[in-house]
């Protein structure tokens, strides 16, 4: 069984819809991420959490939002999508202790029309 | 934000060859990963080194952390089929600093 599995691995949604993308692992690991993958542009980090309590911005987090509802589980959302959040998101573990060793799960394909 | 350059953006071999990439950056890094994505899937950590001058292996692959802190370099001996996909390298500028910057990525193509 996948360690980091994400759900939906695919969906088409119309501009300004709601959206909920999930993300479950049984690592056992504390520290978990969401990135987003653009053609030509690599990884980009959107949320990171250290713990259930400890949830922080990265770099493109505006339009996007995080509720890290257990250790286990971190969503993220789009609260009106929009064509240009079509990409393909990913979230991650880490342990704490090797923050920088991080684990992926296999992706959410994400299509805003 | 920053950004690291990874070189060759794409590499076309025959199998058997060996590949050699690498990826830059105007900072100094303290940490460099290497990942490597396969079609439909999320990356999977290859290496990982932590000090200047270190050289790592992982079965035919070898990669170092540039003495400079700025580079560092992934070597794949005697590709193989299962070699292709995209390579990511990524780094962690400073202690405390929790956040990894990803290169855009090698695509490594195996000719038949």
């Known amino acids: 069984d996948a360690d980091v599995t994400q759900t939906p691995r695919n969906r088409i949604t119309k501009t300004g819809k709601r959206i909920m993308l999930e993300c479950s692992q049984t690592?056992?690991?504390?520290?978990m991420y969401w990135y987003r993958q653009d053609p030509g542009l690599g990884l980009r980090l959107i949320y990171y959490?250290?713990?259930?309590?400890?949830?922080n911005k990265g770099e493109i987090s505006d339009g996007y939002s995080v509720s890290r509802q257990a250790q286990a589980k971190f969503s993220l959302s789009l609260e009106s999508a929009i064509p240009n959040q079509t990409a393909l998101y990913f979230c991650?573990?880490?342990?704490?202790?090797?923050?920088?060793?991080?684990?992926f799960g296999p992706g959410t394909r994400l299509t805003v029309t | 934000g920053q950004q690291l350059n990874q070189s060759p953006q794409s590499m076309f071999i025959q199998e058997g060859e060996d590949v050699s990439m690498n990826c830059t950056s105007s900072?100094?890094?303290?940490?460099w990963l290497w990942y490597k994505q396969d079609p439909g899937e999320g990356p999977v950590l290859l290496i990982a080194l932590y000090k200047a001058g270190e050289l790592t292996s992982n079965g035919r692959l070898t990669a170092q952390f540039g003495i400079t802190r700025k580079d560092s370099f992934l070597n794949i001996s005697a590709s193989i089929p299962s070699d292709v996909g995209i390579y990511f390298c990524a780094g962690r500028t400073n202690f405390g600093n929790e956040k990894l910057t990803f290169g855009t990525g090698t695509r490594l193509t195996i000719i038949p």
């Open positions: 900072s100094i890094f303290n940490t």
């Open positions: 959490s250290f713990d259930v309590k400890d949830i």
């Open positions: 991650a573990t880490s342990r704490s202790d090797s923050a920088y060793e991080q684990y």
């Open positions: 690592k056992g690991h504390d520290r």
